[in-house]
């Protein structure tokens, strides 16, 4: 089953379902073998965003105590899993753009690429050495035990209603202070609310499929442009700290300014894809979300409509 709400259940079903799916389904990516470890690692950390972003949806219901425990576990998780999957990104990072500005490819690329493969490897290895698939394992089937002890009350939208609301509003906040001279780091947090929004409108994406499915491919879009600029910020950072002899001045020059200019043509694309996502205030969204889901609710499909 998808990662969305079903009409037919309540808000608290559904919520305690999807965290049950997710673990699951991380739980077999983990032991299928024909996936190799740096994609279990991959599948693993999505399944786990996926769960924060839940648990951020029922945050106020939940209650602070019980979200800071179990966000920060979870979190924890994703962090011991992180290293080798970040160093494969950067390596990618660096293929597409020498692939996309043939003049990188003159620029000392083999040997900021081996160094880069030989950082991945090196990070797959601690990886491995410090998390066992076992480990992560029992992680998971922790988590889901205690899915069912969620402190959930309301089973409407007022229960889910201020979780959406606060992702929207701080990612449209997020965007509005941005300009010329943001940094890596205000990017990088707009980002996270933008992917909370995106999670959350994926789960209400039945209440209205036409509509919602448009905007949730739109805010994917966003994240994925956000993504890659915080994957070139990153590169930028790696460029600046790389060991004497790796590449020349001239080439690292060449490297930076690429990375730079780059950047802020995603920051131009992005800023503007979600002036649109953010074109209302939150109360408006909210209204209008709200009408959308109590339709949803009560509606009848024909065969109910006809036998009434």
């Given amino acids: 089953m998808a990662y969305r709400l079903k009409r037919k259940e309540t808000v608290t079903d559904g919520v305690r379902r999807i965290a049950h799916q997710q673990l699951a389904r991380a739980a077999g990516e ?12 991959h599948q693993v950390r999505k399944r786990l965003k996926k769960l924060r972003a839940l648990l951020r949806l029922v945050r106020k219901d939940i209650g602070k105590s019980a979200y800071r425990r179990e966000n920060g576990r ?58 066992s698939a076992d480990e992560i394992s029992d992680e998971l089937v922790g988590a889901d035990a205690r899915v069912d002890r969620w402190p959930l009350g309301a089973t409407e ?11 929207y509003k701080r990612g449209r906040r997020a965007l509005q202070r941005l300009d010329d001279d943001s940094t890596d780091a205000q990017l990088h947090a707009w980002r996270k609310r933008v992917k909370d929004h995106w999670y959350h409108s994926r789960l209400l994406e039945k209440v209205w499929p ?14 994925e442009l956000l993504g890659d600029h915080h994957d070139l910020a990153v590169l930028q950072s790696t460029l600046a700290q790389l060991p004497e002899g790796i590449l020349t001045a001239d080439d690292g020059d060449i490297w930076q300014r690429r990375v730079a200019d780059e950047k802020r043509l995603l920051q131009r694309h992005a800023e503007r894809l979600g002036a649109r996502i953010y074109a209302e205030k939150p109360k408006r969204f909210m209204r209008r979300l709200d009408h959308y889901w109590r339709d949803w609710r009560d509606w009848r499909d024909w065969r109910d409509w006809r036998q009434r």
């Fill in 210 to 223: 036409g509509l919602m499915s448009c905007y949730i491919d739109e805010l994917k879009k966003l994240s």
């Fill in 157 to 167: 939208i007022d229960g889910i209603a201020a979780g959406i609301r606060r992702a």
């Fill in 30 to 41: 983990l032991a299928d073998e024909s996936l190799d470890r740096d994609q279990q690692v």
């Fill in 74 to 131: 979870l979190r924890a998780l994703g962090r011991r899993l992180s290293g080798a999957r970040d160093a494969q990104v950067m390596l990618d990072t660096v293929d597409a753009l020498a692939g996309d500005h043939p003049a990188l490819a003159m620029a000392g690329f083999d040997t900021l690429r081996a160094h880069l493969a030989q950082q991945r490897d090196r990070e797959s290895f601690d990886d491995e050495a410090a998390t």
